[in-house]
C-alpha cells in the first residue's frame, strides 16, 4: 500500500504558474503508476496527467496539453506537475493517484490509492 501527500497549491492570477508535489510513502516507487487528478465544485473528478512508473511514458488530457507537464523523481518518491499559463477554468482540487501498474491509466477506476488533494484557485 502507498500513501499520498499532495502540496505546492494556492492562489494565482490566470497566465501563472505553479508546481504541484505528491510525496509517496513507501521503498517501490517506481513500480507504480502516477495519475493527477481535478475535480471542480459541482463536477465530477476529471483526469490530468499521467506518467508510468519510469517516467518514460506520459499522457494528458486535451484541455492541459502544451501548458502542464507531468515528471516524477523516483529517488525522491516524488511526482510533480508544473502548470503553465493557467486559467480560471483551472480551478479545482488537485489529487494525486497511484497504481501497481507498468502503463498509467486515464481513469479514477485503474488507481486505487489517492491523496486528500491540494485546492488550486485561478483569479480571472
Known amino acids: 500500500q502507498v500513501q499520498l501527500v499532495e502540496s505546492g497549491g494556492g492562489l494565482v492570477q490566470a497566465g501563472g504558474s505553479l508546481r504541484l508535489s505528491c510525496a509517496a510513502s513507501g521503498r517501490t516507487f517506481s513500480s507504480y503508476a502516477m495519475g493527477w487528478f481535478r475535480q471542480a465544485p459541482g463536477k465530477e473528478r476529471e483526469f490530468v496527467a499521467a506518467?508510468?512508473?519510469?517516467?518514460?511514458?506520459?499522457d494528458y488530457a486535451d484541455s492541459v496539453k502544451g501548458r502542464f507537464t507531468i515528471s516524477r523523481n523516483n529517488a525522491k518518491n516524488t511526482v510533480y506537475l508544473q502548470m503553465n499559463s493557467l486559467k480560471p477554468e483551472d480551478t479545482a482540487v488537485y489529487v494525486c493517484?497511484?497504481?501497481?501498474?507498468?502503463?498509467?491509466?486515464?481513469?479514477?477506476?485503474?488507481?486505487?490509492?489517492w491523496g486528500q488533494g491540494t485546492q488550486v484557485t485561478v483569479s480571472s
Open positions: 506518467i508510468s512508473g519510469s517516467g518514460g511514458s506520459t
Open positions: 493517484a497511484a497504481a501497481w501498474t507498468t502503463y498509467p491509466s486515464v481513469t479514477v477506476r485503474g488507481y486505487p490509492y
